[in-house]
């Protein structure tokens, strides 16, 4: 069974416009590529035609992971989001015990995830451990560098 993964609409548009973009432009670019490829002779030894296969090749796969990955997207009413602890599309303040620096974040899916604009993914080591916390709770979250404490300052919806 595959992953139900919940997004916002602005999220699921994205992700629904790229899928289209890709079966309807890319998609028929690429076959016309393999033709213009198979066009100029030998294929034994035609490394233009290798090419546009394996580009093609590697279209459909991108384009049947996004077309599992919108089969299963949900969007997620964020006013009907619980404010009390940290859930997907919760937006948190925190901070850096250590450091003493305090940081926002906001909790998407891992698609949306885009760190210069503050949304980190619930699939990566922080936002899985800050999943459940409320206000008020200190995290120790292992990450590559090693273990980093965070104090939940504050959870709410944008």
């Not at 416009?17 to 213009?36: G, M, N």
């Not at 760190?115 to 995290?139: C, W």
């Amino acid at each position: 069974m595959s992953k139900v993964s919940y997004y916002t609409e602005e999220g699921l548009k994205k992700l629904r416009a790229e899928f289209e973009q890709l079966r309807d432009v890319e998609r028929p670019k690429a076959s016309q590529d393999i033709a213009d490829a198979r066009d100029k002779g030998d294929l034994s030894e035609n490394a233009e035609y290798d090419a546009a296969k394996e580009a093609q090749g590697m279209l459909e796969m991108r384009l049947a992971k996004l077309e599992q990955v919108v089969a299963n997207a949900r969007v997620i009413d964020e006013s009907q989001l619980d404010t009390s602890k940290v859930l997907i599309h919760s937006k948190v303040r925190l901070k850096n015990v250590k450091m003493n620096q305090e940081m926002t974040y906001k909790l998407v899916a891992q698609s949306e995830a885009d760190l210069k604009a503050g949304k980190i993914s619930v699939d990566s080591p922080i936002g899985k451990g800050l999943l459940g916390k409320e206000a008020g709770d200190t995290a120790e979250i292992e990450v590559p560098s090693g273990k980093i404490t965070f104090e939940i300052l504050e959870v709410s919806r944008d």
